[in-house]
């Protein structure tokens, strides 16, 4: 990529089977929560018996493992966080994650071990405020979403390595500044900064004509509906580059909620894209639309920002393909896949393996479960023997023929 030392691969975990993946496909580091404190409350969340685990497996491989303790709380809720900072600073994690000021100034004055990251909630978009949550004592700041890669670039030039910097580059965002948003609370009665959102932004919504109540009147962009709020997700694999050329140390990837399928896709491209392989925007996008997702933007990067790089509308999309297994074991060449769609024999299957390699399979016939029973096809309750040795997580999928096909 350049010839700077390397930005760092952070991916999210949103469970420590997820852990498990992101290192395999080539995160340097990987963000979890636990199940207080962090603003993914459903994401599954790891307890402390999962975070040991979880270092334990990271430090072995020579990576780092970040916890969020990003949450806004409240003044009876601060003796809980640092409890609980304690308890995981002993166990080793390498930075916590945090937004609200108090909970920064709280944590300072543990002396930790761990460093102190400034999460996105933050909403940091001057070189002015990282120095401030500098002399604060943070380690890394991560820089907002609305930032262009020439304001970044800017930020960058005033801070001269003084501290590092952080971007989210690949995943869903929030309509809002930097997920400052109500609309959940307002409608669900979920708090979207207690780390509860229910997305209601993602809802589908018609008008309605104030002396004609109850008539409701579509607005149409595609046949699925409008979406009002609804953004495109983020991939900016294009400017990896020119960032890491300015300085940024750390690429972050959206998606504690997400499927190992996801994980698998966007950290094994990133990967690649980081260690030096060029992609086209062609490319790039036909290898992400994949996995399920809203259409793709490059949101404010570019400086200009133009309603297409938020609205949906027909850019909506789902897989270009299907996850239907991956691999658990390997033994004497064969190997045993765990089905999560329905699999027949003599399907040509897409492989994607944990360093970002393609090529396809074609299934045996008959196919057999793990006790050697002939299948007609497979669910999500079995196991099948394939007689080829595949390394462990690797993916199998089912690919979408192109219209032209």
Not at 71 to 90: C, G, H, M, N, V
């Amino acid at each position: 990529m350049t010839s700077l030392q390397k930005p760092e691969l952070l991916a999210p975990a949103g469970n420590l089977d997820k852990l498990k993946w992101a290192c395999a496909y080539g995160a340097d580091a990987v963000y979890f929560g636990m199940e207080f404190g962090s603003l993914r409350s459903f994401a599954g969340n790891f307890t402390l018996d999962n975070a040991k685990a979880g270092l334990e497996h990271l430090h072995a491989l020579g990576k780092k493992g970040y916890v969020t303790l990003n949450i806004y709380p409240f003044s009876d809720e601060y003796d809980k966080l640092t409890d609980i900072a304690r308890q995981l600073d002993a166990l080793g994690v390498d930075a916590f994650i945090v937004a609200d000021m108090g909970v920064l100034a709280e944590l300072k004055k543990l002396n930790l071990n761990a460093a102190l990251h400034i999460s996105t909630q933050a909403n940091t978009t001057s070189y002015q405020t990282v120095q401030a949550y500098e002399a604060f004592g943070a380690k890394r700041v991560n820089l907002a979403r609305e930032l262009s890669l020439a304001q970044i670039q800017d930020i960058q030039k005033h801070l001269a390595g003084s501290i590092e910097t952080e971007v989210f580059v690949h995943g869903a965002v929030c309509f809002s500044y930097s997920g400052r948003c109500a609309i959940s609370d307002y409608l669900t009665g979920f708090r979207a900064n207690r780390g509860e959102c229910k997305h209601p932004c993602r809802w589908q919504y018609s008008l309605v004509e104030e002396k004609r109540p109850g008539e409701y009147m579509p607005v149409f962009e595609d046949e699925r509906g409008l979406y009002f709020f609804n953004s495109k997700e983020l991939a900016l694999f294009e400017y990896l580059p020119a960032m890491a050329e300015a300085g940024v140390s750390s690429f972050k990837i959206e998606g504690r909620m997400k499927t190992v399928h996801y994980l698998a896709t966007v950290v094994s491209f990133y990967r690649q894209v980081i260690d030096g392989k060029v992609f086209s925007s062609e490319e790039g996008l036909k290898l992400l639309s994949r996995i399920p997702n809203r259409g793709y933007s490059t949101g404010f990067a570019k400086g200009t920002v133009q309603p297409d790089d938020y609205s949906v509308g027909k850019s909506l999309s789902g897989a270009e393909s299907t996850f239907v297994g991956n691999v658990i074991d390997c033994n004497c060449g064969v190997s045993t896949i765990e089905v999560r769609n329905k699999i027949h024999a003599g399907d040509v299957l897409e492989v994607l393996k944990p360093d970002g390699s393609l090529s396809t399979i074609t299934m045996s016939d008959p196919l057999t479960d793990s006790q050697g029973k002939a299948l007609d096809f497979a669910n999500n309750s079995q196991f099948v023997l394939l007689a080829e040795s595949l390394p462990e997580y690797t993916i199998l999928r089912r690919v979408k023929e192109s219209p032209e096909a």
